[in-house]
């Protein structure tokens, strides 16, 4: 059985959440299993093989599950990106559009050096946004963005042909609608 049949065992989909006519891919069966999160780790740290990774960039909060996790794999340093008033040094923020609504996110104004090279690890990709609002903090700073990196991809949302478009993007598990 390969790695991302076995992964995708441990993804609960429940009907009608939040509201009706949704299949909500829950992630937290992954964190619920050793197996589960040892899969999804493998399949992350195997999609950057090869690659020079400065840093690892994460949004909060689940985000960091991931995140944290593959730059103590990779050996290198973690960069939280939180929401307002969430870090203690000076930030910069980006604002980004959601589901129904606006958010922000912020990141240490020195958390990323001009030519470092990062990857951006999420949860899940869906709209895309708060992925798109992690690469422009970062390349404000002057980071280039590696790959973004997703466990869980919903293809409904089409973020990846749209607003993660420019960059490469890696999902181990595809789900067709939203």
């Known amino acids: 059985m390969n790695g991302t049949v076995a992964l995708e065992k441990y993804v609960k989909t429940i009907p009608d959440f939040p509201v009706q006519g949704v299949l909500y891919r829950d992630i937290t069966g992954i964190l619920e299993s050793g197996e589960g999160f040892r899969l999804a780790l493998d399949g992350l740290e195997k999609a950057l093989s090869g690659e020079k990774i400065d840093k690892i960039a994460a949004p909060e909060a689940r985000g960091f599950i991931f995140g944290a996790a593959i730059a103590d794999r990779l050996g290198c340093a973690f960069v939280p990106i939180r929401k ?50 992690a690469a422009r903090l970062i390349e404000r700073l002057g980071g280039k963005i590696v790959k973004m990196l997703f466990p869980i991809e919903l293809e409904g949302f089409a973020a990846r042909s749209g607003v993660l478009a420019a960059y490469d993007v890696v999902s181990l598990l595809r789900y067709p609608g939203k």
């Open 84 to 133: 307002s008033g969430k870090l203690p040094r000076e930030t910069i923020s980006e604002d980004y559009a959601l589901e129904y609504g606006r958010a922000t996110l912020h990141m240490h104004a020195d958390a990323v050096a001009p030519g470092e090279r990062v990857a951006v690890i999420d949860d899940l990709l869906a709209t895309g946004g708060s992925a798109r609002a």
